[in-house]
């Protein structure tokens, strides 16, 4: 069994998105749209992706949640400030099993982060 790291950082980072970040998911679905070649597709707003996130410590519910990946610190990045990702998220509900669920939607990744393991 392999230990954990002796600094968690240099592992990077995953966290939940706040409000004040949704400038950055904005970003990152307009960069998976450009990659899918499919920019024309986007709808999503500033506003739009406010009213129908979930955020912690939020009193109004949203659809859906978002992770944000954080890069581990590197001599080529020694500022992991970027975000190198997003994970979408939802829950959903299977009939037939009667379970729970969740659905990931999105899991972006930026080239320049891509390839690292």
Do not use: Q
Request: charged share 20%; proline share 10%; aromatic share 10%.
């Amino acid at each position: 069994m392999a230990s954990p790291p002796e600094n968690p950082a240099a592992e990077g980072i995953v966290r939940f998105a706040h409000e004040a970040d949704v400038p950055t998911i904005l970003d990152l679905i307009h960069e998976l749209a450009a990659y899918e070649k499919e920019s024309s597709s986007v709808l999503a707003t500033k506003e739009s992706l406010l009213k129908t996130l979930s955020f912690p410590k939020s009193s109004r519910p949203g659809y859906a949640r978002a992770l944000l990946i954080y890069p581990p610190p590197t001599a080529e990045n020694e500022d992991p400030s970027e975000c190198a990702g997003l994970a979408l998220y939802f829950h959903n509900y299977s009939t037939w099993r009667a379970a729970p669920g969740i659905y990931l939607e999105d899991l972006f990744i930026r080239p320049a982060y891509r390839g690292r393991g």
